[in-house]
DNA sequence: TAATGGTGGAAATCCAGTCC
DNA sequence: GGACTGGATTTCCACCATTA
């Protein structure tokens, strides 16, 4: 069979249509299988601009091919006419010409024309073609490798655009979230955040980098202001609270910022202690509860009996020995968050891993450092990051379905101290799907 | 509301095969 | 040999749905 190429004198040429033809005239095809090509092209079509009716004439013709004439010393040429193209398609032969010409400029295909412009394939005894006039799919077996490298990076580029897409969110929900907390003074960041969200002319993942140092300004700025008041009370009220570093966030003394808060569930522990001290003792709170913290600060960490006596503390309706975190292992929390460890780059191997990922958890779902702190005072930290670690895990899984995941984390601590929380059936269910 | 992209119809061209 | 046929293409123009 002959390997040179034609292209009838009535088609107009262009350079994608004569790349394919050249490929189409080399002999030294690569072997390559129909299913791996069925497969490869379907996967770098979105990343070719192949869509909507080009896309099913390709299908078409790929549902034509014979895999035998995929092999060596064959050619890979589907015969099949612009009206039956049509008729399959339900569009015009005008389209499915276009169509066609989209297929040739994009390497896949690569016409075989006959004089008269006319399709055919004539078959030998043992079914190998000896004359073949069409669409040939030799460009495609050389482009094979490059199609691949291509599906690839489309789809690295679209992980990377909803990446992004998350990132702009989780800023900018907790941009909001910071400036409920702290005020109106901090007012003009809500401002900038909203000016880069609508900025045009900037891609998303450079959006998001954005959104994250203004974040990042807004902590600082948050760190400076607190860092003045404490030097401010140390001249008028020193002696009168022990404000000790939080190491859960990396602005320790934010916590100050309290005062300020809207956030209901944040506001009724106002009367409670209100500095850092509270909050890293929390988990070690004794069931009596309402004491000065700093009474109780040197029980044993353990894990199980110190969350137990947090949340019976905090729950007096509820039964003694049962707790919001019953039923909930490492091992089940680790299963249950596979998409949140990834994302973050964390393992929840123990309880203190767990809290350690914490800050990265809060700030991933928006969570402000003050509702966090809030909810580490009331239910403990370990049920706290954990409380944490699912909402992440739901946001990831389906940005659709939580769309406010502060509020939802916020709720989650609240049928806690209710006693109405069972993780470990949430947790079972987000294992399960 | 204007711009854009996909689509289809009409008319014309090309060329080998077929018919009278 | 000339007219006709058939299949594929082109350009031009208009319509329609979607999008900014």
Known sequence: MSSSQQIAS????????????????LDDRPVVAKRDISLVLKRVSPALGIDGTTY?????????????????????VVAISNQRLADYTQRSTRTVARCLKKLVEAGILAYRDSSTGRRFVYRGHAGEPEQAFGLDFTPTCF??????EQADAFQRRLRQQQAAKRAVIRHSRAIVDLVNAMGPEFADFETRCEEIRLREGVELIDRAELLKALYLEALEAVHEMHKDQNSNEKTTCEGDISVIPLPITSHPDSLTCKK?????NEQENKSKSDNGYAVEMAFEKKPSGGGNPSQQANKPADTSRSEKSTVSATTPGINAGKTNLDGVSIGLLQSACSTVQAEIGAS?????????????????IGLSPAGYLSAVERQGRYLA???LAVVAEKALRDPEQISSPGGY????IDRAGEGKLHLYKTLHGLVNT
């Open 10 to 25: 009535f088609r107009k040429v262009s350079a994608g249509i004569l790349a394919s033809a050249h490929l189409a005239g």
């Open 56 to 76: 099913h004439v390709l299908d078409i013709l790929l549902g034509l091919v014979q895999s035998d004439d995929f092999q060596a010393g064959r050619r890979p």
């Open 143 to 148: 482009n094979l490798e490059a199609f691949k």
């Open 260 to 264: 300020e808060r809207t956030c209901s």
């Open 348 to 364: 929840f191997s123990s309880w203190p891993a767990i809290c350690d990922a914490a800050e990265d958890l809060r700030v991933l």
């Open 385 to 387: 990051a954990a409380c």
């Open 409 to 412: 984390f916020r709720a989650m």
